[in-house]
């Protein structure tokens, strides 16, 4: 793969899409959640609301780990384009 922005023709990183830090917060989200509310709500036989909470944490983590973005393993930058392209080909022409 060749990467547009630092010109590095070489072998891409895998990276997860998303970022880490949102799902520790709806984890926790969750977590305050079911120890607070979910009591409440519980008692009066009301799970819809915990459900929505749960399912959001769960499907963005999933999410995660099955989008997978490719990305240079010099920059990190996902602009990367196949080393045989025309454009990576004579992108390195000028570069050499
Ligand atoms: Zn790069």
């Known amino acids: 793969m060749y990467c547009n922005e630092c010109g590095t023709a070489g072998d891409p990183k895998e990276k997860s ?13 969750l ?3 079911a120890v607070t509310a979910s009591i409440v709500l519980t008692l009066r036989g009301d799970f819809t609301a ?7 944490p769960l499907s963005y983590s999933l999410w995660r780990v099955f989008r997978k973005t490719k990305v240079c393993s010099h920059c990190g930058s996902s602009s990367l384009i196949s080393a045989r392209s025309p454009v990576a080909v004579l992108a390195q022409r000028v570069r050499d």
Do not use: M
Not at 50 to 56: E, I
């Open 50 to 56: 915990t459900l929505l909470v749960a399912t959001a």
């Open 17 to 29: 899409a998303g970022h880490f830090w949102i799902e520790l917060l709806l984890w926790i989200q």
């Open 31 to 33: 977590l305050l959640w």
